[in-house]
């Protein structure tokens, strides 16, 4: 009760400090800050009307010739100052970024006639922020539509300190859950596993950032980076544009060819082997097609006043790797067709309104909705009987309220709603009961002179012949019937028939289902009490709802025994098995936060601290050595006092579960930025982060199911603490030339409660062990950032950025900790390198204009990640086999890769027209992501080795191909071609 009404005096603090505050930005707008002066003699002028150009914003300078306009949205702007007895200026392609001030300076030149003429100047992009305290990227609408990009995830991974496994992205040697991902001024992340829960399409972006070092206080429930995207508004000109392209992966690269045939011949001593012909499925055309509109513009009928922009992008993409239908999921011969094995497909629509009151209040409507499905997900065991594999789909939809009110020209606050739903589900069929017709096959008896035969036994005739049979001690199977509906069939088809063979037939039986919703509403005040002072406050409460329903089929029983039911019939575990986890959950987040930014000509200070409340709303067990409800093993457990009566469930959870206590935080922040001369900026930034685990660890096994017969488990932790990191920087920003700069950035990471396993636990039967998720693994992170950034001049620009850095902990994911347990081995003292850990990434970027054509190319090399090496195969024995080959102590292979994107504009009448071509991995580079730890290489190792193993006639496929791992290279050749039309 102490720390749920410290929650609340936090929570009224937080409200009261809002008035106080005057103003906030809540982390979707910026400001310009600017000097009008006369060119002549250099001394302010006061009174000078600036507007910004599209808005009802603007000011008039002060004594000082000063001005401040608050609350503009990121892009580009024109501003025009005028002023009586002087020629207007225009200075056109300001850029505004999110929680940035834009320095503006203006010179105007008296003129005795008003000539109404005014003088145009374009603005150039600042090289160095002198309010930058901490390190951050901001890309443009206008850089990403240059860019040989497909996703968000492709420009954040060009970003310094970004790194790309797996297709998961890591900050700063953070895992990948510890990013936060927000989306005009709101959170978006799934709180389930902490990823990104909305796509956002590149062409719909205005402005996208990512803060890679310290944060302000006003961002929270991240460790390691901030990613915000900004998406357009409708303008005052209905405009628009349509495109479209279509691909192919082009390779010759045997690595992605699968076998043809396998023919059995003879060596020189007389052995059968088998001899496989391989065919490439790149050769032919494999499609890749997308099609995107874009249309904005102000709603017919309703003035400027109410505006719109929607999106919509369909993307279809066979993949590049590939199976053959040999057999089908029931054993029979297939067809031998191409089956793709990474197909993808998504379809992406959004839609924004904005309704402007009144000049001082504008209402923002925003909805995104998303749909992917993948018909399979590669697996090698199922290459040549590919049908057998589940396909995955997701839907997510997110909608977004946002009312922004100017209450005078120096405070406004903002206020959103959004309300979050994501849903995944992983199934091979619609229904988990979904069973093929069977039919009887009775096989010959030579010896009795019985021919076999065949019959339906779903008749009553067939069961009384299936009887017969069964009197008769005939030999017969339950073969599923060609043409028939598909269903499921028994695990026992799931092995390869002998040792390094392919699957022949089979299905897996893995079902799973799980949503996130969640409603969040958000207020953030912002106020420039003076020319020194913007004061920033806020709070916000977020209300979550999970459910999972997880589980592996199991064969039916005969009702009322444990005999199974043949043939195969599935069956959904019960709720109170071990084989099925499902739950609801209602977790609550409140936090709130202050924040000054302070202008000083020679310091720039953001001081700020925050709060977070989190009420997990789970349980924990009464008594760890017995926790599980369906299973209990004490006496006052499973009787009432004093009779043989069993307590029912729901007693049993109110005598063995408990509330799980509630948890707070608060992390101060704090960023610097000296300016040690016009062009050169130095900055240092503390801060401390906190960020609660993914929920799925708070949750997973609910009811802290244990089998009885023996075994070990894990279970999830409604009492986790929030994980906590202390981060420092210090860097510099230096100007070199008119449009040459650098920053150097160095950081360091302390990574403390992050969320680990516990060693085995004891319960009161010995042979029931378990591991429970708990604040136990460490990690830090040590690094330098260096970026030289040329804007754009004399038609080209360039980037480079080259990061260095160390990530080093106890393990790599939560349930690390389980296999090592499971091993007999220690809990692990000493760190290791991260499986995520790329201590060199060097990105390079180059965008060159000649006339109407626009050439830009991506380059990237980067040293490999941790890999556990091994002895060859024979060469080491007993103790000798594991010494001194330490865990994660090798890397893989460097890898490189150059993208390019060619495009030419031209016009037709009132239409703009760009041909462009996309090339992805120009030099079709092979690096291997993954490989075998006695070999270094991904399709060579000596516990498989071919001259070694016998021909076996059920082998599926050769030994040669079963080596081979072909999803451990990176992809190949891409090209697209397309064209878009706009106006």
Same mark, same amino acid.
């Given at each position: ?6 929650? +609340? ?13 005057g103003?906030l ?6 400001k ?21 150009a599209?808005?009802s914003?603007?000011?008039?300078t ?19 100052v005028s ?12 850029r ?25 100047v374009?603005?150039?992009?600042p ?8 390190s951050?990227?901001?890309?443009g ?51 389930f ?12 972006i ?28 409708g303008g005052?000109?209905?405009g628009?544009?349509?495109s ?5 992966y082009?390779?010759?690269d ?16 007389? =052995? ?31 003035g ?6 929607v ?27 191409f089956?793709?094995?990474n197909?993808?497909?998504?379809? @992406?629509?959004?839609g ?26 590669? @697996?090698?065991a199922?290459?040549?009987?590919p049908?057998?594999?589940p396909?995955q ?21 903002e206020?959103?709603?959004?309300? $979050?739903?994501?849903?995944?589900s ?12 069977? #039919? ?15 019959f339906?036994?779903?008749t ?20 599923? !019937? /060609? ?11 799931n092995?390869a028939?002998?040792? $390094? ?7 897996l ?11 969040v ?12 002072h ?17 589980y ?45 930014k ?6 720039i ?8 409340? $989190?009420d ?15 299973t209990p ?7 009432? /006092? ?8 729901s ?15 608060v ?6 930025s #000296? ?11 503390y801060?401390?982060? #906190?960020?609660?685990p ?11 199911k ?7 488990f ?6 986790l603490?929030?994980?906590r ?15 040459l ?5 160095l950081?360091?990471?302390?990574v ?13 039967n ?6 429970? $998720? ?42 690390? =900790?389980?296999t ?9 003292? !000493?760190?290791?390198p ?12 180059v ?8 050439v ?5 090399l ?13 060469e ?5 086999a ?13 890898r ?5 994107t ?11 027209v760009n041909?462009f071509?996309?090339?992805? @991995?120009? #030099?079709?580079?092979r ?6 730890g006695d ?12 001259k070694?193993?016998?021909y ?15 999803? +451990? ?15």
């Amino acid at each position: 009760m102490k720390r749920i009404r410290h929650a +609340w005096i936090a929570a009224i603090l937080g409200i009261c400090l809002l008035p106080a505050a005057g103003r906030l930005a809540a982390g979707t707008t910026g400001k310009i800050e600017g000097l009008v002066i006369d060119r002549s003699t250099k001394q302010p002028l006061i009174g000078a009307n600036v507007l910004v150009a599209g808005t009802s914003l603007g000011s008039v300078t002060d004594m000082d010739g000063t001005f401040m306009i608050l609350n503009l949205p990121p892009g580009l702007y024109d501003v025009r100052v005028s002023m009586m007895g002087y020629q207007t200026l225009v200075t056109e392609n300001l850029r505004v970024s999110i929680d940035m001030t834009t320095p503006f300076r203006a010179e105007l030149a008296s003129t005795v006639i008003e000539s109404g003429e005014a003088v145009t100047v374009t603005a150039e992009r600042p090289l160095v922020r002198k309010d930058m305290t901490s390190s951050l990227s901001t890309v443009g609408a206008d850089e990403i539509r240059d860019l040989p990009v497909q996703s968000m995830e492709d420009v954040l991974e060009l970003q310094a300190g970004v790194v790309r496994t797996g297709g998961q992205m890591h900050i700063r040697g953070g895992r990948a859950s510890e990013i936060a991902y927000w989306v005009d001024g709101v959170s978006t992340t799934d709180v389930f596993n902490g990823s990104s829960g909305v796509t956002v399409e590149n062409s719909a972006i205005q402005e996208l950032q990512v803060v890679s070092g310290t944060f302000n206080a006003e961002y929270g429930q991240a460790m390691s980076g901030i990613v915000k995207v900004i998406t357009k508004e409708g303008g005052s000109r209905l405009g628009g544009d349509v495109s479209g392209y279509v691909g192919d992966y082009f390779s010759g690269d045997d690595r992605f060819a699968i076998l043809k045939r396998v023919n059995v011949v003879t060596d020189a001593s007389g =052995a059968p082997r088998a001899v496989g012909t391989l065919e490439n499925p790149l050769k032919g055309f494999n499609p890749i097609a997308n099609i995107e509109a874009n249309l904005g513009g102000p709603v017919p009928f309703a003035g400027d006043r109410l505006t719109f922009f929607v999106n919509g992008r369909f993307v279809s993409n066979e993949g590049y790797l590939y199976g053959r239908r040999w057999f089908t999921t029931y054993g029979n011969p297939g067809d031998s067709a191409f089956v793709p094995m990474n197909p993808y497909q998504r379809t @992406n629509l959004q839609g924004k309104l904005v309704y402007r009151l009144s000049r001082d209040i504008t209402a923002k409507y925003n909805v995104f909705w998303n749909r992917w499905d993948n018909d399979r997900t590669y @697996n090698k065991a199922y290459t040549y009987a590919p049908d057998g594999v589940p396909g995955q789909e997701g839907t997510g939809l997110t909608q977004i309220f946002e009312l922004n009110h100017m209450l005078s020209p120096k405070t406004f606050y903002e206020l959103r709603v959004n309300r $979050f739903t994501n849903e995944y589900s992983q199934r091979l069929y619609e229904s988990p009961y979904a069973k093929p017709d069977y #039919f009887v096959r009775v096989y010959a008896d030579a010896a009795a002179g019985l021919d076999g035969f065949e019959f339906d036994p779903n008749t009553a005739d067939g069961q009384a012949q299936l009887e017969a049979v069964r009197s008769a001690r005939r030999t017969y199977d339950f073969i599923p !019937a /060609p043409g028939g509906p598909l269903g499921y069939v028994s695990p026992d088809s799931n092995s390869a028939p002998t040792s $390094f063979s392919f699957n022949k037939g089979g299905n897996l039986l893995n079902r799973y289902e799980r949503s996130t919703g969640s409603w969040v509403g958000k207020l953030d005040l912002t106020s420039q009490i003076n020319r020194v002072h913007q004061v920033k406050t806020g709070f916000e409460a977020r209300f979550h709802e999970l459910t999972l329903d997880s589980y592996t089929i199991t064969p039916g029983t005969v009702p009322g025994t444990s005999e199974a039911i043949i043939p195969f019939q599935p069956d959904v575990p019960d709720i109170s098995s071990v084989q099925r986890e499902v739950y609801t959950r209602n977790p609550f987040e409140f936090s709130a936060y202050v924040q000054d930014k302070i202008e000083l000509k020679d310091l720039i200070v953001n001081l700020g601290v925050r709060f977070d409340y $989190f009420d997990s709303k789970g349980v924990v067990p009464a008594d760890p050595k017995d926790p599980s409800i369906y299973t209990p093993m004490l006496e006052e457990h499973t009787f009432r /006092p004093g009779t043989t009566d069993s307590l029912s469930v729901s007693e049993r959870r109110a005598l063995m579960e408990k509330k799980a206590k509630t948890s707070q935080a608060v992390s101060p922040r704090l960023g610097l930025s #000296f300016p040690i001369t016009d062009r050169g900026v130095i900055h240092f930034s503390y801060g401390h982060f #906190f960020q609660i685990p993914d929920f799925q660890y708070l949750y997973s096994s609910p009811d802290f199911k244990l089998g009885m017969g023996g075994g070990n488990f894990t279970l999830s932790n409604a009492e986790l603490k929030p994980q906590r990191t202390v981060q420092y920087e210090v860097g510099l920003q230096q100007q070199l030339t008119n449009d040459l700069g650098v920053d150097v950035s160095l950081f360091y990471r302390d990574v403390r409660d992050w969320v680990g396993q516990t060693p085995l636990q004891p319960t009161y039967n010995p042979a029931v062990q378990y591991v429970m $998720f708990m604040n136990l693994d460490y990690e830090n992170v040590r690094g330098v950032t260096v970026k030289l950034d040329k804007r754009m001049s004399r038609n080209w620009s360039v980037r480079v950025d080259y990061t260095f850095q160390r990530a080093e902990g106890t393990y790599t994911s939560p349930t690390d =900790a389980y296999t090592a347990y499971t091993n007999h081995q220690q809990k692990r003292l !000493a760190l290791i390198p991260m499986g995520f850990d790329q201590p060199h990434t060097l990105n390079a970027l180059v965008r060159c204009q000649f006339g109407q054509w626009m050439v830009s190319a991506i380059g990237q090399l980067t040293s490999g990640t941790p890999y556990t090496p091994s002895f060859p195969a024979g060469e080491a024995f007993g103790s000798a086999a594991s010494k001194g080959l330490l865990q994660n102590s090798e890397y893989t292979p460097m890898r490189r890769n150059v993208d390019l994107t060619v495009n030419r504009g031209l016009s037709v009448g009132k239409l703009r027209v760009n041909a462009f071509v996309n090339v992805y @991995n120009v #030099f079709d580079f092979r690096d291997a992501l993954s490989v075998y730890g006695d070999t270094e290489k991904a399709d060579v190792t000596s516990t498989i080795d071919p001259k070694k193993q016998g021909y076996v006639a059920s082998r599926i496929g050769t030994v040669e191909e079963w080596a081979k791992q072909p999803s +451990w290279y990176s992809a190949p050749r891409q090209i697209q071609a397309g064209l878009s039309v706009g106006f």
